[in-house]
T-cell receptor, first 116, second 114 residues
Framework: QKEVEQNSGPLSVPEGAIASLNCTYSDRGSQSFFWYRQYSGKSPELIMSIYSNGDKEDGRFTAQLNKASQYVSLLIRDSQPSDSATYLCAVNMISAGGTSYGKLTFGQGTILTVHP | DGGITQSPKYLFRKEGQNVTLSCEQNLNHDAMYWYRQDPGQGLRLIYYSQIVNDFQKGDIAEGYSVSREKKESFPLTVTSAQKNPTAFYLC?????????????FGPGTRLLVL
């Protein structure tokens, strides 16, 4: 079982629609969760971070965290062609010794295409 | 302008050659990281450093080496022992206050084998 798994893509949505990106993780003790956006050939840029159960909204983006289900999602409202990119889910996994140094474990990414 | 710089943007390695990738940050961040990304894959951690003169292996350290002599700099050497080095290499940094600090990425170096 992969430690961080994202829904397989590619995901294609029409302009103006809601894009839903999902991520599950294996370590129940994980504390911090991040969504990065990566355009082709570029480095990842942070979109959202979330630490507590529930929703966190920032503009057109909403991150949702459910620690009991070990599930984190990203919703993009009013999707635009400029949102077309690979979205990476990253989870702060707790090491076997019970400590965490800030190591992030990344999912494989979901490619999103928003078509006009 | 604060940020993370990586150089070169593209690097070509001949068989048996060691090459060094540069990573510099002026964000006053404590922690620095090196990741490798293969096509269609997520990021995998190579090495990380929380403080000067200290670093730890990540998940795929074999064939790589690092140093952390200055807070601002964390160079990565890809040695000849790394048999499949072609990848996109990303350097990141964070303020190390504990678990979950956000990592910010440099622009990356693409390494190709001749």
């Amino acid at each position: 079982q992969k430690e961080v798994e994202q829904n397989s893509g590619p995901l294609s949505v029409p302009e103006g629609a809601i894009a839903s990106l999902n991520c599950t993780y294996s370590d129940r003790g994980s504390q911090s969760f991040f969504w990065y956006r990566q355009y082709s050939g570029k480095s990842p840029e942070l979109i959202m971070s979330i630490y507590s159960n529930g929703d966190k909204e920032d503009g057109r983006f909403t991150a949702q965290l459910n620690k009991a289900s070990q599930y984190v999602s990203l919703l993009i409202r009013d999707s635009q062609p400029s949102d077309s990119a690979t979205y990476l889910c990253a989870v702060n996994m707790i090491s076997a010794g019970g400590t965490s140094y800030g190591k992030l474990t990344f999912g494989q990414g979901t490619i999103l295409t928003v078509h006009p | 302008d604060g940020g993370i710089t990586q150089s070169p943007k593209y690097l070509f390695r001949k068989e048996g050659q060691n090459v060094t990738l540069s990573c510099e940050q002026n964000l006053n961040h404590d922690a620095m990281y090196w990741y490798r990304q293969d096509p269609g894959q997520g990021l995998r951690l190579i090495y990380y450093s929380q403080i000067v003169n200290d670093f730890q292996k990540g998940d795929i350290a074999e064939g790589y080496s690092v140093s952390r002599e200055k807070k601002e700099s964390f160079p990565l050497t890809v040695t000849s022992a790394q048999k499949n080095p072609t990848a996109f290499y990303l350097c990141a940094s964070s303020i190390f206050r504990g678990p979950g600090e956000t990592q910010y990425f440099g622009p990356g170096t693409r390494l190709l084998v001749l």
